[in-house]
């Protein structure tokens, strides 16, 4: 799994000199994400045919996204931070992104606002599964706007990834495709091994079933990318690509794989009973989801600038660890979630804090 991690992070490297990065780091979620998919599949086949498990499909999704965002993003600022300061008593540095990542912070809002319509309903079936996918391939669609990377900076890369980018003709996309295909390959054989083995050990030291699928499934099934992004924060010029890759990553659970659960939910229970019906939530369901919209868009606000610093990171791993060290704590926490949203678009309004990503993100729409 650890080989596999890599072969896909030196493929993404490489490839963002023929694609844009933004494309390749879309390319890199979808092979790290799959084992989550894997996981999230299985849950809402097994709801479909027994709606009492409906809630697990929604612990799932949740904590995938709340752990690659409360602390998935302040451990690769950390890494990155401490990796580059030589002096105990320099200041910590912030992660300082490129004009092109606007579109992935962006990119989170869309989805981000349909998804107060599912909260709403408190359901989604299969038209707001198209809905999301349809978001989904918009942001592509913008991603390829964007220019590749001048092979001037091909020298910050690993060696492997120098290496495949220097083939000349047809073999340079054959080896560069070759390490997608070849690191994709081992993760989904090493994956599911590796997975229910963990599970297997969790559940003999008496995690429950809840906290299993909610916070130890997800951990375990992102495993490879947070290899690979720690991986890159070590280097002080590819950690804004290490953010990026898990605000991708983020990207795709709040469209391609919360689209999934209505889709193969409603299959489920079509085969089980003869009738295909929308996938619903209670109370403690929508709770979880308005709490992880909460972190999203805090999330998103504290990139808006366009930079990630240690108080930014500090605020969103303080706060997961509220959550998941005290759980009976959520509500509490979606109430500091919404004030710190509150200070930050004052901050905005008042001029305070540089409202960047957007203009950014309308200059890549203008070119041509």
């Known amino acids: 799994m650890l080989l596999s991690a890599f072969l896909v992070a030196w493929g993404a490297e490489a490839a963002q000199f023929l694609i844009s990065q933004g494309l390749a780091l879309a390319l890199l979620a979808w092979l790290q994400t799959s084992p989550e998919f894997a996981v999230e599949a ?7 045919k027994d709606p009492a498990r409906a809630h ?34 320099q200041r910590l540095p912030s992660i300082t992104l490129e004009r092109q990542h606007a579109i992935e912070i962006i990119g989170l809002i869309p989805p981000l606002l349909y998804f107060l319509v599912i909260i709403a309903k408190q359901a989604f079936g299969w038209i707001d599964a198209v809905v999301l996918i349809a978001l989904y391939a918009g942001y592509l669609a913008v991603l390829l706007r964007t220019p590749p990377h001048a092979a001037e900076a091909l020298e910050d890369a690993p ?44 559940g003999l030291l008496g995690f429950s079933q809840f906290f ?45 794989l919360a689209a999934m659960i209505p889709l193969v939910y409603g299959y489920s229970h079509w085969r089980a009973t003869g009738m295909w019906v929308d996938f619903r939530f ?11 919209l909460l972190q999203t868009v805090l999330g998103m606000l504290l990139l808006f600038s366009m ?10 791993l303080v706060l997961w660890l509220a959550q998941f060290l005290v759980p009976h704590w959520r509500e509490e926490v979606a109430v500091a979630y919404g004030i710190w949203i509150v200070v930050l678009v004052i901050g905005f309004a008042v001029g305070g804090k540089r409202l960047l990503a957007p203009r950014y993100f309308l200059e890549t729409l203008r070119r041509r």
């Open 212 to 256: 299993l699928v909610q916070w130890v499934a997800p951990f375990l099934s992102e495993f490879p990318e947070f290899v690979s992004t720690v991986s890159w924060a070590r280097r002080v010029t590819r950690a804004p690509m290490a953010l990026m890759n898990l605000v991708s990553s983020n990207i795709n659970q709040w469209t391609v």
């Open 307 to 316: 930079e990630f610093g240690w108080l930014d990171a500090t605020i969103l």
């Open 42 to 48: 299985v849950i809402a086949w097994e709801a479909g």
């Open 282 to 292: 209670d109370g403690p369901q929508r709770l979880e989801l308005e709490l992880t």
């Open 56 to 89: 697990l499909a929604i612990a799932n999704l949740t904590g995938a996204i709340r752990l690659l965002l409360g602390l998935g993003w302040p451990l690769i600022y950390f890494v990155f931070a401490f990796s580059g300061r030589k002096d105990a008593t």
């Open 159 to 202: 060696a492997v990834s120098r290496w495949a980018y220097r083939q000349r003709g047809w073999r340079r996309p054959l080896v560069i495709g070759g390490l997608f295909a070849v690191g994709g390959g081992l993760l989904y054989a090493t994956a599911h091994p590796f997975l229910e083995s963990m599970l297997a050990v969790a």
